[in-house]
Nanobody, 123 residues
């Protein structure tokens, strides 16, 4: 089992940037695919992005493609989400998650979730 802790959320103006981090412990980090999801107020949790165990393969939701970048540092057991050109509609609690493969991440078949970090984008 892997434990996940997110950090880096906060308040930012539209057009600004934030970088989220997710520190993992427990199960060997390099053996799990990672992803980010988000849940806006009154909405269901949605997939944002996923990254393979090696970091070579990445996937993005259309709504964030070209603005968000996922990366991972297996030596530091950490996955990152760089968010640029933020919009008010990006406001949400962001969760990192782990699964056996990026297909499982994208299918919401997850082994572990973090507690979430709030991102608020003001207009």
């Amino acid at each position: 089992q892997v434990q996940l802790v997110e950090s880096g959320g906060g308040l930012v103006q539209a057009g600004g940037s934030l970088r989220l981090s997710c520190a993992a412990s427990g199960r060997t980090f390099s053996s799990v695919a990672m992803g980010w999801f988000r849940q806006a107020p009154g909405k269901e949790r949605e997939f944002v992005t996923a990254i393979s165990t090696s970091g070579v393969l990445t996937y993005y939701a259309d709504s964030v493609k070209g603005r968000f970048t996922i990366s991972r540092d297996n030596a530091k057991n950490t996955v990152y989400l760089q968010m640029n050109s933020l919009k008010p509609e990006d406001t949400a609690v962001y969760y990192c998650a782990a699964a056996g493969s990026t297909r499982l991440v994208r299918s919401n078949a997850l082994d572990a979730w973090g507690q979430g970090t709030l991102v608020t984008v003001s207009a």
